[in-house]
């Protein structure tokens, strides 16, 4: 039997008529007890069974002795058995005509013995055989908190299948949905939302994603009517090109997308042959895929859930942020948090700055603004609403400290008034807290008030975070075949120079005579170098020969590498080194990088990242924003169109790799040379996939 849609399954896992426990038992320590009373204790007034062969009934739910006993149809079943038993139960619930099962037990790949990953294997063949689908293993559940009837019939009651402790309570329904690889996390983001006011629309625990992948999950959301934000914990994602597809049309559907990533490890870069893989960390990947795909990004548990509040209640603001506080000193604490954040901050406009200008009493006029400049809110009134009606202000926030009523009242007075004029959000900061009595006056005039500055902050750069660009279209000339190995420098050069990329000229050579005359065509001094195949980085074993100004010197040069063969270039003329390249990055796809080169390349790890495909003018604004732009942007620099032939020459690089496609594992374009000839290629190292 094939397996159910994807879409069709997850519907019936969220909107079942009725759901078993498989493996259901009255010891109340057990996830087979747990998961059964959850589903009563929730809300959900649809069926619910055990199955057990010794127990009629557990707290009052009715237990059958196997699946086949089941009084009605079942749509969706939580397995509370071990690892080993679950195999077979899973056939059982497919042939019941169930549409999809959690896999709750462990003891599947995230096992250290061979059993585990065989299981697993085995699992998935079965989902494929008897066309069922599966949630999990090693997961905790699902909860929807609306719980509409799928026919209509009116509503069953929240749906929770699970057994963490969120899983027995009643979720406020909202409009977030969580997707989350770890599911022992949910009652702290379900916890953090019910403080900041904001409901849950879905949960699911991914599990190790046998079957159903975070991104399934992701997909049914943004066609789920109550959802309008969702939140993603996530260790690694599944398909990069997937994922920046459907935040896409989660972005069109207007449903926010934010992302925490945790975990990672820079061992497997580390062991990397090509300089562009070990550059390309687990976390400077997935930050570029998540700009790329309009997502923002969260750094703790707390900044996600409220970034998602935030979100819900406000939706995405254009602009950036207007800051203000009742001292100088807690407007740097908001510049330094905010810049550490990357939450920009809006340069104010002429307009805005003059009329600020002309009721200040000493000090300058900035953002974030130092209140205190004024004299007091009494002479100064107009300024929060002047603030935030600069047209570059997406987002307000003030820092302010617990007050007397005679003291807050005219600041509460002058914000709300901010609010009711701008029709923009304006976040109150009270790192030292604030009583109930006096938080409520600032909400019951707009505001809402928060205590920690840096998870704050994370919140409004959710909000300020820019939607994706479309992604653009490449549509390079096939590549050829490659060989099972690293490609020499000579062949690598070839190949990327087909594509655009400006290469110096390269001369192979198989003998002290040619290595001659192709220097001599080339015009003293020359490079020339040892082509020895398996040996990626020449320099590293000595192969590389600089600055041969004749004849004698070359073949001196060629005798003492005593290589098969070597390679004649011309000597470039010295410029600053850079290096580019194309690594597979885990669970993101290929990215381009760029940064300084040479002896700087891995010693100081400053390079611009961007998931394939991007866009020139994204190019240039990475660039723009990193060491090796900086300098190319400095008035010391003397060539100007170096800029422009770096661009080219990155744009070329991409070009080879959307040909070479999955066959690629890196490209290392190291050095680039940058100067007055522009941007030119002396070195490279195309990597297939193994």
Known sequence: MPQPATQEALHALFHPRAVAVIGATDDTTKHGYIVLTNLRAAGFTGGVYGVSRRLAAVEGIPCVPDIAALPEPVDAAFLAIPAEAALQAVRDCARAG??????????YAESLDAGG????????????????????????????AHGTDPHGTGSQGPVSIGFNTAHAKRQAAGGIAIFSHSGALFDAMAGRLAMLGAGLSLFASAGNEAD?????????AIGHAPTRVIALLIDSLPDGARFRALAMRAAEAGKPV???????????????VAHSSRLTGDAASYRALFAAAGVAEAVTLEGLMTACALLDRFGRRGGALG????????????????????VPLAPLDAATSAALDARKMFSRIGNPLDLGIFG??????EVPARLMADPGVGVGLALVHSMNPWQGDPYRTAFGRAVEDSGKPLLVLAPGGMPAGERAEYETRGMHVFTETDILLEGIGALLAPPPAPM?????????????????????????????????PTTVCDDADAAVAAAEAAGYPVVLKGVVAGVAHKSDQGLVRLDLGDAAAVRAAVADLGCPQVIIQPMIPTGLEAIAGVAQADGVGPVLIVGLGGIHAEALRDVATWPLPVDRATLAAGLASGSLGRILASPRWPHAGATDALLDLLLALQDAALALGDRLQAIDVNPVILGAQGAIAVDALVVPRP
């Open 117 to 144: 990953a065989e299981r697993q294997a085995t699992l998935q063949r079965i989902a494929v055989e008897e066309g069922i689908r599966i949630v999990g293993p090693n997961c905790n559940g699902i909860y929807n």
């Open 212 to 220: 159903l992948s975070v991104l399934d999950y992701m997909e049914y």
């Open 376 to 381: 007091g809110m009494r002479r100064a009134g």
């Open 472 to 504: 653009p279209r490449r549509d390079p000339a096939p590549a050829p075949d490659l060989p099972d190995r690293a490609l020499t420098e000579p062949e690598s050069l070839a190949l990327l120079a087909r594509y655009g990329v400006r290469c110096v």
């Open 98 to 107: 169930m549409k999809a099962v959690i896999v709750g037990s462990a003891g």
């Open 323 to 342: 800051a203000m506080s009742t001292s100088g000193a807690g407007a740097s604490l908001i510049a330094d948090r905010a810049t550490a954040l990357r």
């Open 258 to 272: 934010v992302a925490l990533k945790i975990g990672g490890s820079a061992a497997g870069a580390a062991a990397a």
